[in-house]
């Protein structure tokens, strides 16, 4: 049996909810905190309580007397901890911070969400600083993955608490941050839909950052329709669901190389299966190449990780100091594995970058790339905390996929695809360049249709 207690919930469905009458903001976040304090408790950081309720009791008379100030007023969101919120300290998955003055002011993206009426309902947990793919944290507990039988398995990572959250049904909403997978990476491994924009999608004031370079945002949601609601409110734009784009005027570009070397034989046969349904659907579906891949991965053996070198840069003062010894030690060597590049390896690969980018982008065009969005399923979690060189080897994994797209700067969107042998979730991630975001978004509405009718 699955150890899962409740589905993930649409935050889509709830708003037409909100707005026939038939759910109570009140009632709605009253819910919400007794789902979530009889769950894992590792699966939050901080519960925003009474602020939660400041919000829902507005909510409420706001709805009662015909001023809502979105369609969306009353729906529960829940942060990524590195989000700042007025009066609290940003902790950013770490102990290491508590000292640190509390912020002044909401980050930006929570600004525009309250502005639009959505009910900030508390921190999710994460990898400390957001450095790993798995979701593994010493300080507040890895938060337990719901799917599956045996022993409990990783949530992904570093938006951990973000998939969890969303997969138990605990809010319908989770907003985290993306360097290298952290947003689809969860969501594939949870079984939800995760969707990431380019790095100048999102406003990121108040966000404590990773990679100045690589750095976006995104939600974790039920669905693609809630996904694409939450992005325009965090942008402060009203909520406009696009027109799903035929899937017989698609066109898709499976690369032959790199993302399915190690790849599951479930993750594989999941994967074919989707690809059948666009082709009988009427997609045109090709296979090919793509050089960049092979380019970026001579570049990183050559020349390292840009976003080592820009959290050590970051982080200086912090890992050489005493507090160094209270971080995760694999955070806290990663970190420091950056120090071996030279300045002329961080100059290369930044230069290099830029231009894979607009030779990618030209080479694309207006295709979607399509891929599984991790090669596995998520792995059990007690082999991971024993073993530090596993750790590195399943966190280098788990990371593959998505970080190209990151390199790339594109736009992803990971749709749960199904489940192995052990009911663990696998994903479908579909890319395009940055700036197609609304194209993207809109082809997924029918995309995700199409799955659900014929998977």
């Known amino acids: 049996m699955s150890k899962i ?13 909100l707005e026939k009458g038939r759910l109570c903001p009140v009632e709605l976040v009253e819910e919400t905190f007794a789902n979530i304090k009889s769950s894992d408790p590792s699966i939050f950081t901080v519960l925003l309580e009474e602020r939660a309720f400041r919000e829902a ?15 969306w007023d009353g729906i529960p969101v829940a942060w990524k901890d590195l989000f700042d919120i007025e009066g609290r300290v940003t902790t950013a998955g770490s102990v290491v911070l508590r000292s640190n003055a509390p912020a002044t002011r ?36 890895t938060p337990k993955n719901p799917h599956g039988t045996g022993p409990d398995r990783i949530p992904g990572g570093s938006s951990s ?14 907003i985290g941050s993306d360097t290298g997978g952290s947003v689809r990476i969860p969501a594939a491994l949870n079984g939800v839909v995760g969707y990431k924009g380019s790095s100048i999608a999102f406003p990121k004031g108040g966000v404590f950052p990773l990679s ?34 035929p899937i017989n005027t698609l066109k898709f570009l499976i690369p032959t190389n790199v993302v399915f070397d190690g790849t599951q034989d479930a993750v594989v046969h999941n994967f074919e299966a989707c690809v059948r349904v666009l082709e009988m659907a009427g997609a045109t579906v090709i296979r090919g190449v793509c050089t960049e891949f092979d380019k970026i991965n001579a570049l990183s053996a050559e020349h390292g990780y840009l976003t080592g070198p820009e959290a050590l840069d970051l982080h200086w003062d912090l890992v050489h100091s005493e507090d160094a010894a209270r971080m995760d030690p694999r955070v806290l060597n990663r970190i ?8 002329r390896d961080f100059i290369v690969i930044q230069r290099t970058r830029a ?65 192995d042998q052990k009911q663990m979730p696998t ?19 029918s995309i995700e249709n199409a799955l659900a009718l014929n998977l």
């Open 5 to 17: 207690g409740k589905r993930s919930v649409s935050a889509a469905d709830i708003a037409a909810s």
């Open 57 to 71: 009791y507005a909510s409420k008379q706001r709805r009662r007397e015909g001023k809502q100030l979105s369609p």
């Open 106 to 141: 909401d980050a930006d993206i929570i600004v525009n969400a309250t502005q639009a009426g959505l009910i900030s309902i508390g921190c999710l947990n994460m990898t400390e600083f957001a450095y790993s793919g798995l979701g593994l944290n010493p300080h507040f507990g």
């Open 161 to 174: 608490g973000c998939g969890v959250a969303v997969a138990r049904g605990l809010v319908p909403l989770a």
């Open 212 to 245: 100045a370079t690589l750095d976006t945002l995104g939600p974790l949601a039920a669905d693609v329709e809630s996904c694409i609601g939450a992005a325009q409110i965090l942008n402060g734009r009203a909520v406009a669901i696009p027109k799903p784009t």
């Open 336 to 343: 420091f594995d950056a120090g071996e590049m030279s300045a």
């Open 355 to 419: 231009r894979l980018i607009k030779e990618n982008r030209q080479a694309l065009g207006d295709q979607i790339v399509l891929f599984p969005t991790t090669p596995v399923t998520a792995p059990e979690i007690e082999p991971l905390e024993k073993d530090d060189d596993l750790y590195l080897r399943t966190n280098k994994l788990m990371l593959r996929n998505t970080s190209l797209g990151s390199f790339l700067d594109w736009c992803g969107v990971a749709l749960p695809n199904g489940t």
């Open 427 to 445: 994903s479908i991630l579909m890319s395009m360049s940055g700036g197609q975001e609304r194209k993207l978004l809109a082809a997924a509405l």
